[in-house]
């Protein structure tokens, strides 16, 4: 009686580890399946804000020898745009933006930010005036902390003059015939940190001249590395490509500048984009 009192413990025990290891084996398998779905679901997701924002691009312009672009993105979406379209009077309005952060947060924010700047630029509005509806749209509809640089301007090829409005981004760089190379840092403060009212406030920068190139780029061009010792090509890294290359076509300038950068594709920490413009 004892032998079988004994055996039964053992049995139920055994009975009761078994089921309690099966049902933590089932538990978990549930957990990697549900994990595995939501995974292929972001992927999807992804994919389809990738495909989204491979239409918010502009397509080559029809003289890229007198605006040209490119957008390389480091992952999946990009944080980064450009994007430039002709008015009636045949002035180019154009832009070149950065979105803080990363990931699918900053990719939904520059859909939203290139959206709307083709929704104003169409309305034949002041650069001023662009800038203080992106920064109103943006104020209202971004999470906190999450802000935009960028460089708004508009490009008069008759007169061979730009004017732009740099909010927050990169200094623009401006070579001109002799080879000298021009600044143009921030006159204002990024998109998206607190709302505008006053369009006076908001000043603009002119260049002026018979012959020259004009380059904007985020940061992900002077933040990129060159090598795999992770050196990065830096400001002065950009401004010697375009100082050796000045005779060359802006498509060869830009082009330079992204294999410079490829050497290092691995370590891509950040979208590169750049685009130019030929006075």
Not at 3 to 30: C, E, M
Request: overall charge negative; hydrophobic content about 40%.
């Amino acid at each position: 009686l004892v032998l079988v009192d004994f055996t039964f413990g053992f049995l139920l025990a055994f009975i009761t580890l078994a089921t309690s290891y099966f049902i933590n084996f089932l538990h978990k398998n549930y957990l990697a399946k549900e994990e595995k779905m939501r995974r292929q679901k972001m992927l999807k997701e992804l994919e389809f804000a990738q495909e989204i924002q491979s239409f918010l691009i502009p397509h080559e312009h029809p003289h890229p020898n007198i605006i040209y672009g490119i957008n390389i993105p480091a992952k999946q979406v990009s944080g980064d745009y450009f994007d430039y379209l002709t008015r009636e009077d045949g002035c180019i309005i154009f832009t070149l933006a950065d979105v803080s952060g990363k990931g699918a947060a900053s990719g939904l924010m520059m859909s939203r930010a290139s959206s709307l700047f083709r929704i104003f630029a169409k309305q034949n509005m002041s650069l001023s005036n662009i800038i203080i509806k992106l920064n109103h749209e943006i104020c209202e509809s971004t999470s906190s902390g999450m802000f935009i640089t960028m460089v708004v301007g508009c490009f008069d090829p008759q007169k061979k003059q730009v004017r732009l409005i740099n909010a927050g981004h990169e200094p623009v760089v401006f070579i001109d015939s002799n080879k000298q190379l021009h600044s143009y840092p921030a006159n204002f403060r990024p998109i998206g940190i607190m709302p505008i009212d006053d369009e006076e406030s908001i000043e603009s920068t002119t260049i002026d001249a018979e012959e020259g190139k004009i380059f904007i780029y985020t940061d992900g061009v002077t933040e990129g590395y060159i090598n795999a010792n992770k050196e990065e090509l830096g400001t002065e890294g950009v401004e010697k490509i375009i100082k050796k290359n000045y005779q060359s076509s802006l498509r060869d300038i830009i082009d330079t500048i992204v294999q410079t950068l490829s050497q290092a594709d691995q370590d891509r920490r950040d979208d590169i984009t750049c685009l130019g413009i030929k006075l």
